[in-house]
């Protein structure tokens, strides 16, 4: 055997040579993933299950997640074929591990990141080499990711080793600029994204930073001005078409505008008129926040639904922009369950509307036909155009109580095709497929026991959480974000409507049997009534 061969995995490439552009790739994602892998496993080779598991830190889903893209680089690297289709099912492979790994290592990688806490375990350093070859390929989140990893290594570099300092700064001041940097093309190879970033640091430092503006900015302000410039940026972001067009549909796009506020105010606009502005253009989407803050905030709310939320954010680890899968929060009335809902929307950063299930007897919430005089859209495309973004949540209030006849069509069998395909629900108002992938569901329930003998297959498509009930201990938080909603709805701030007293909060414990949060707001609205009839007139 010769030396240093792949078998061995002698000479494999580390994060921090890597950042200082010292082994380039000059092969494919997939051999350098081998490299890297042999680094850390030598015995994916030819040794046994537990020596592996060994060799990968004792962690299974590490193990298992390592053994999974041994054999996705090997399929890549032993194509004889298509070269371009394994190099780009490969990529899809790593992106693939991105999520996975972040939800492994989500609670733990973001304390060590924060405290730095000693040097990265084989977990760690694997992450980090994901990050950096998918910067490679062109992800934005993983390019914004490498600035912080380069940052972290160059304050411990040592002699000869600015170049880490060049990356992280090239990193931070151009990740977000794509025309810097060379595009990646199945087959093409690497496209030296590291060493692009230590030139543009270095260039930054020296005062020789380029300001040339490129060719196709030119040829687009010479085109249609800085709008085009604005939708080229956007549309490298996270994204989405949710309508391609409305010019199959009758009429023009102004059609109607000159009869609003008319005497057929009613028929003033028509379905192309309402959504030609929205058509052929990508919505964006929200980025995942800072979910060690986003849990900080929701526990501090719920402290007894903390399972809850813990397992809704570990699901968006990795991901590059906010989707939850679908999600059924069962638990007895007044326990915060809609409540809880919202507040994910809202510290998530998504628009959110709640629709109360109980009674619906109809299949509107799928829109309706134009041949009507009422005809509209479906209520998640309406609630996106309102928004004016491709993601937000929709709070399904109470589902089991929705009627169960289908004389109108019913309301539960039209979210189980709203669920199915997401990415192509035909819109019988715009008369066309729309995607409505972005649009994250949340269900509340009191009880399942007649969902699931009648819609078993719509519970099926839910994550299912168990709402516990707020217990005593809980009441101290309860009531500061019973007071903050007040406040909100009344237009206060804290001068005006102050957080309950001592005394005041004694006297809603006294009062507390239990289980609602209902009744909390009902003692808080009670003491706050009891304030405003003591204040002074003037």
């Known amino acids: 055997m010769r030396k240093n061969s792949p078998r061995d995995g002698a000479g494999a490439p580390c994060v921090r040579d890597l950042l200082l552009g010292k082994l380039p790739l000059r092969n494919s994602h997939a051999r350098h993933i081998q490299a890297v892998i042999l680094s850390i496993c030598p015995a994916i080779f030819d040794g046994g299950r537990e020596i592996m598991l060994a060799q990968c830190g004792g ?21 004889k074929g298509d070269r371009i289709a394994a190099e780009t099912r490969f990529a899809s492979d790593l992106f693939e591990a991105r999520g996975i790994l972040g939800r492994i290592t989500y609670v733990h990688t ?20 994901v990050r950096l070859l998918l910067a490679d390929l062109g992800d934005r989140e993983a390019r914004a990711e490498t600035a912080d990893l380069a940052w972290r290594h160059a304050r411990l570099r040592g002699r000869g080793e600015d170049d880490l300092l060049y990356c992280a700064v090239g990193a931070s001041l151009h990740a977000d600029e794509p025309w810097r940097f060379q595009e990646w093309r199945p087959g093409g190879g690497p496209t030296g994204f590291v060493r692009d970033c230590i030139e543009f640091g270095r260039a930054a430092f020296t005062g020789t930073l380029p300001q040339a503006e490129p060719e196709w900015a030119k040829e687009a302000k010479a085109k249609a001005g800085l709008k085009a410039i604005e939708a080229a940026r956007t ?23 000159d009869r609003i506020g008319g005497s057929n105010a009613t028929n003033a606009t028509t379905a192309r008129s309402e959504y030609a502005p929205f058509a052929g253009r990508r919505w964006p989407l929200v980025r995942v926040p800072d979910l060690a803050r986003a849990r900080e905030i929701l526990v501090g709310e719920f402290p007894y639904a903390a399972d809850v939320v813990d397992a809704v954010l570990r699901d968006l680890a990795g991901r590059p922009h906010v989707h939850l899968r679908p999600i059924l929060i069962v638990g007895p009335p007044g326990s915060g369950k809609s409540r809880l809902a919202r507040r994910l929307a809202e510290v998530l950063g998504l628009g959110w509307q709640i629709i109360s299930c109980g009674g619906v007897s109809d299949s509107s919430l799928n829109g309706t036909s134009r041949q009507w005089g009422t005809g509209r859209a479906s209520v998640p ?15 399904l209030d109470e589902i089991e109580k929705a009627a169960s006849g289908r004389q109108n069509g019913s309301m539960l069998d039209g979210l189980l095709t709203l669920t199915a395909d997401p990415q192509s629900f035909f819109d019988p108002y715009v008369e066309h497929p729309v995607d409505l992938s972005g649009i994250s569901w949340i269900a509340t329930a009191n009880e399942l026991t007649s969902l699931r003998k009648d819609h078993g297959a719509l519970v099926d498509r839910f994550r299912i959480f168990s709402m516990p009930s707020p217990r005593r201990e809980d009441l101290p938080v309860l009531v500061r974000g019973i007071m903050a909603e007040i406040r909100s709805e009344r237009g206060l701030d804290e001068r ?6 001592g005394d005041e909060e004694a006297l809603i414990e006294q009062h507390f049997d239990g289980g609602s ?3 909390v707001r009902r003692l808080c609205e009670t003491i706050v009534a009891g304030r405003d009839g003591l204040a002074p007139r003037h």
């Open 59 to 79: 962690s299974p889903p590490f193990f298992e997640l390592v053994r999974g893209l041994w054999r996705a680089a090997n399929t890549c690297l032993n194509n």
């Open 381 to 395: 495309l309406q609630l996106l155009k309102r928004l004016g973004m491709a993601c937000a949540v929709i709070v």
């Open 235 to 257: 549309s490298s972001g996270p994204s989405l078409l949710v309508l391609a067009t409305t010019d199959h549909l009758p009429g023009t796009a102004k059609a109607g505008e």
């Open 517 to 519: 949060v209902r009744r």
């Open 496 to 501: 005006w409507l102050p957080d309950l007293d």
């Open 110 to 129: 973001a304390i060590d990141r924060d405290l730095d806490l000693g040097p990265d375990g084989p977990e760690e350093e694997f992450f980090d080499t």
